[in-house]
């Protein structure tokens, strides 16, 4: 059973810095892209970013580019999201979701974690 | 900049056919946009119905369907129920490996 558990939100200062996880379980992580979506309070789903099958290949979406950093370490089925220079604007749930290849829309989702930016 | 447009809000008697589309600002959606379907209900996570366009996934009832319809990814409901009120969310590729979703819309069974 494909189980994907997102940690490390939080409450966090405008422009500073936080690291998301999300830990994969009930499939082989390592043969799958895996993608970031985020809901901000009220709104619709935003897609954030992708990263390939081996973390070799990494896209975003323009208005995280250049703050935000998505990664994978296969040896321990992680995802992982580092955002700097956070802003309000990115109060948001954060989703992790698995997807065939980069090319394939999310299927598998984890629960979410929020992540607030406030001062 | 493209938009990925959905209807914001349809109603649907329950027992009736309603389609949802997805569209973009500029331009057709077409299967190489691999356009894929998601129910959402508050406090929950998206739920996959349809992924590469017409690929219903699994568990999910047969009165779910994905398609294209003219210029749009097209999500039809057949026999809708009371617990198919949920927002919906449309995502498609653009490629260079960028997906945007679609704005969701909130369907209402009365």
């Known amino acids: 059973q494909v189980h994907l558990v997102e940690s490390g939100g939080g409450v966090v200062q405008p422009g500073r810095s936080l690291r998301l996880s999300c830990a994969a379980s009930?499939?082989?992580?390592?043969?799958?892209?895996m993608h970031w979506v985020r809901q901000a309070p009220g709104k619709g789903l935003e897609w954030l970013s992708v990263?390939?099958?081996?973390?070799?290949?990494?896209y975003y979406t323009d208005s995280v580019k250049g703050r935000f950093t998505i990664s994978r370490d296969n040896s321990k089925n992680i995802l992982y999201l580092q955002m700097d220079s956070l802003r309000v604007e990115d109060t948001a749930v954060y989703f992790c979701?698995?997807?065939?290849?980069?090319?394939?829309?999310?299927?598998?989702w984890g629960q979410g974690t929020l992540v607030t930016v406030s001062s | 900049q493209t938009v990925v447009t959905q209807e914001a809000s349809i109603s649907v008697p329950p027992g009736g056919t309603v389609t949802l589309t997805c569209g973009l600002n500029?331009?057709?959606?077409?299967?190489?946009?691999?356009p894929s379907w998601y129910q959402q209900t508050p406090g929950q996570p998206p739920r996959t119905l349809i992924h590469?366009?017409?690929s219903r996934s699994s568990g999910v009832p047969d009165r779910f369907s994905g398609s294209i319809l003219g210029n749009k990814a097209a999500l039809t409901i057949t026999g809708a129920q009371a617990e198919d009120e949920s927002h919906y969310y449309c995502v498609v590729y653009l490629g260079s490996g960028i997906w945007v979703f679609g704005g969701g819309t909130k369907l209402t069974v009365l």
């Open positions: 009930g499939f082989i992580f390592s043969n799958d892209a």
């Open positions: 500029s331009g057709s959606v077409s299967t190489s946009f691999n």
């Open positions: 979701a698995r997807s065939l290849e980069v090319v394939a829309a999310p299927r598998y």
């Open positions: 590469g366009t017409s």
């Open positions: 990263v390939s099958y081996d973390g070799s290949t990494q």
